[in-house]
């Protein structure tokens, strides 16, 4: 069984540039959330797609969008980036939308903007 | 809105001292309550879950409604538990987590 895997591992953008992270779930699951994880802080909820439908959306902006794919792989993009996005992302997936289904984390994808 | 706080960022201890992680919560409902690891180069993962009421790594954690707490203790603190822990609230129904700013614990020889 394959855990779920991130890429890239880290990447450097300039302020103003998009960006695509990409997230491949562990097999049989259908469900992926993403995450942001400041420097200090401990992860907060972007948003989670269940079979291709979003599903919820933390507090984030716009520019923060995403897509879950027939496969149920996932990319997370970011437009326009801000110094503050600056972050380790952070995906994990599960069996379904049930609270009962354990998350399982990627080992997330450090971005830096300058 | 749900809300996690772990009050202190580091945590040193000896090792066999007892460890204790502390962790409350704000939410009006009934929250499901979380333990996460982070151990050095490794991805974050469930340590333990409150419905479970199990004892992971020699790790329990009781949930007390009347105070908000969910509270992580080990009697007799080992070098492997050096690692970061994330509380974690999730509200019934739905699987998105809310985590605390995290702990730092290491364990001294």
């Known amino acids: 069984e394959t855990g779920v895997t991130q890429s890239p591992t880290h990447l450097i953008k300039t302020r103003g540039q998009q960006v695509t992270l990409r997230c491949s779930s562990q097999?049989?699951?259908?469900?992926v959330s993403w995450y942001q994880q400041a420097l200090g802080q401990g992860p907060q909820f972007i948003f989670q797609?269940?079979?291709?439908?979003?599903?919820g959306r933390g507090n984030f902006p716009p520019r923060f969008s995403g897509l879950q794919f027939p496969n149920y792989s996932s990319e997370l993009n970011v437009n326009a980036l801000e110094l503050d996005d600056s972050a380790l992302y952070l995906c994990?997936?599960?069996?379904?939308?049930?609270?009962?289904?354990?998350?399982?984390f990627g080992p997330g994808t450090r971005l830096t903007v300058t | 809105a749900q809300r996690v706080t772990q009050p202190e960022k580091l945590l040193s201890v000896f090792k066999g001292a007892p460890v204790e992680l502390k962790c409350n919560y704000s939410?009006?409902?009934?929250?499901?309550l979380f333990w996460y690891v982070q151990y050095s180069r490794q991805r974050l993962q469930l340590l333990l879950r409150?419905?479970s009421r199990e004892s992971i790594k020699g790790f329990t954690a009781d949930l007390n409604k009347g105070e908000t707490s969910f509270h992580l203790k080990k009697p007799f603190a080992q070098e492997e538990d050096s690692a970061m822990y994330y509380c974690?609230?999730?509200?019934?129904?739905?699987?998105?987590?809310?985590f605390g700013k995290g702990n730092q614990v290491v364990v001294i020889p």
């Open positions: 994990a997936s599960s069996l379904g939308l049930s609270s009962n289904y354990e998350q399982y």
């Open positions: 097999s049989g699951h259908n469900t």
């Open positions: 797609y269940y079979r291709e439908e979003e599903n």
């Open positions: 939410y009006s409902g009934s929250p499901e």
């Open positions: 409150h419905i």
């Open positions: 974690a609230s999730q509200v019934q129904g739905n699987n998105r987590l809310a």
